[in-house]
């Protein structure tokens, strides 16, 4: 199917092509008016079928990222000292593996976490976990609005995505009612999707600005971790209090030709992998009750391999729309051997960097962006944005690609026709990818996360 619809995308693409060339050889060999009028039928009738079916292009306005307050940041020092969590680590060795963890974890002494884990004993309720959405949501949302100018009556789409905390009424609502948005509005809230969920608000906000004319679609990506924090001492859930930290993402969307112009981006491919029918993807990150009835995302010891049989499943769909014909030709001629001819030879790893200028790799933890890094064949520079954000700010979940490319500008790095890949991955399994392309030398927006730190980084980690 993905062969057929590459192919009716050139056809389409080239039609002017294959049709007035030829009406153009006839006319000049005299030919017949019978013949005429027939090539002159089937160029309208294909102009027609060309303008009414191709994509509406997607614009991406700007975006913002949000800066938590100074004080709540959390050092690891601080972190182990004073953890609020730390008292339920009563056994020695569940104490020990904290430790270790968050030691290796690549997270540096400034990131983020709500007030409601400041507090001993930190505060899990319901206000407590609406506070920080709130703050990360609205403050996000404002600094968006203030740098387009944006009327939000003109916003006709919003889709927000929060896996753990899904109120009722939900977060999007929430948006509608705090900004007054219009009564008509496509609101949507995705919940349980991990933190692959922002490029599938992408992917979505996308076919819907297929179909409405005309109008923005704001989506909103952020996860809670005042009311999902782990207080017990099972190993395979404290893991997430180690990396999870705070934050989140406001991005505008346009389908309005007059944006072009003024926006920084240009979304070229969404490509989406789901490999949640396996029972062993399916379950490897799981939110659950331990033993002792306290709730937990759980991480099994099968998410290493998960994780890179749907990377690769992912990578596969998306090589063919991306990459050069000379990468495509070695990428089939290795699938044909290993096939039709030796099973044993290896999978053959395009060379992505001669396709995409920029990468940003979900920021897990260090040992994903290694092993994504080894994967792809990525250089220390290729995977920078990734290993400062989660440096600087944690693990944020579905928003830490938006940190990522966010730092690229900061560094003046994106210029005017250069690729950006966002690649991440989230429980269910999932890996999902979208991939951008510049439209201008892109500067950072004004209250960027990294405008005051950006000399800073790259740090070193003796890890």
Same mark, same amino acid.
């Given at each position: ?6 192919i009716y995308h050139y056809l389409i693409t ?5 049709? &007035?060339?030829?009406? *153009? ?64 680590? #009563? ?25 409601? &884990?400041?507090?001993?004993?930190? &505060?899990?309720?319901?206000? @407590? ?23 939000? =009556?003109? *916003? ?35 919940? /349980?999707?991990?933190?692959?969920? #922002?490029?599938? @608000?992408?992917?979505?906000?996308? $076919? ?39 934050g989140g993402a406001a991005i505008l969307l ?7 112009? =003024? ?29 002792? /009835? ?7 010891? $099968? ?7 749907? *990377? ?48 940003? *790799?979900?920021?897990?933890?260090? @040992? ?13 520079? $290729? ?44 429980? #269910? ?10 439209? =201008? ?23």
């Amino acid at each position: 199917m993905a062969n057929v619809k590459l192919i009716y995308h050139y056809l389409i693409t080239h039609f002017f092509k294959l049709c &007035l060339l030829p009406l *153009i050889a006839l006319v000049a060999t005299k030919a017949s008016s019978l013949t005429l009028n027939i090539l002159f039928a089937i160029f309208t009738f294909g102009s027609t079928v060309y303008f009414l079916t191709r994509p509406r292009p997607v614009y991406l306005v700007d975006y913002s990222c949000h800066l938590p307050p100074a004080h709540q940041k959390i050092n690891i020092n601080k972190n182990l000292e004073i953890n609020p969590f730390l008292s339920s680590l #009563g056994e020695t060795s569940s104490l020990d593996f904290f430790y270790r963890v968050l030691e290796r974890s690549g997270l540096g002494d400034e990131t983020y976490i709500p007030n409601a &884990l400041h507090s001993v004993p930190p &505060l899990q309720t319901m206000a @407590a976990a609406r506070e920080e959405t709130e703050q990360v949501i609205f403050d996000a949302i404002d600094n968006l609005l203030t740098n387009t100018k944006v009327n939000t =009556r003109e *916003i006709g789409i919003i889709i927000l995505n929060s896996s753990t905390f899904n109120p009722t009424p939900s977060l999007s609502a929430m948006v509608v009612n705090k900004y007054k948005l219009r009564s008509n509005i496509k609101s949507i809230n995705l919940g /349980g999707m991990g933190c692959s969920a #922002g490029v599938i @608000a992408i992917d979505l906000a996308k $076919d819907l600005l297929q179909v409405h004319k005309n109008t923005y679609a704001l989506v909103v990506s952020t996860e809670n971790i005042s009311r999902n924090a782990y207080a017990g001492d099972n190993k395979s859930m404290i893991v997430a209090n180690c990396l999870f930290r705070l934050g989140g993402a406001a991005i505008l969307l346009s389908n309005k030709p007059g944006d072009r112009r =003024r926006s920084k981006y240009k979304l070229l491919h969404t490509v989406r992998t789901h490999t949640g029918a396996d029972d062993k993807s399916f379950r490897c990150v799981q939110q659950e009750d331990d033993d002792k /009835g306290k709730t937990g995302i759980s991480l099994t010891k $099968d998410i290493t391999s998960v994780a890179g049989r749907t *990377i690769t499943k992912n990578i596969a769909t998306l090589g063919p729309l991306v990459l050069p014909v000379s990468e495509k030709l070695l990428f089939f001629k290795t699938y044909i051997r290993k096939k039709y001819f030796d099973d044993k030879i290896k999978h053959y790893v395009p060379d992505f960097k001669r396709a995409i200028d920029h990468f940003c *790799i979900h920021a897990g933890g260090r @040992a994903l962006i290694d092993e994504l890094g080894k994967r792809l064949g990525l250089s220390p520079v $290729d995977v920078e944005p990734s290993r400062s954000t989660l440096h600087r700010f944690g693990n944020t979940s579905s928003s830490s690609i938006w940190y990522e490319l966010a730092y690229t500008e900061a560094k003046g790095r994106m210029k005017k026709g250069d690729k950006a890949w966002q690649i991440a991955l989230g429980s #269910g399994f999932k890996c999902n990818s979208a991939v951008w392309v510049a439209l =201008r030398n892109v500067n950072p927006s004004v209250n960027s996360p990294w405008e005051h730190c950006i000399d800073k980084y790259p740090v070193k980690l003796d890890l």
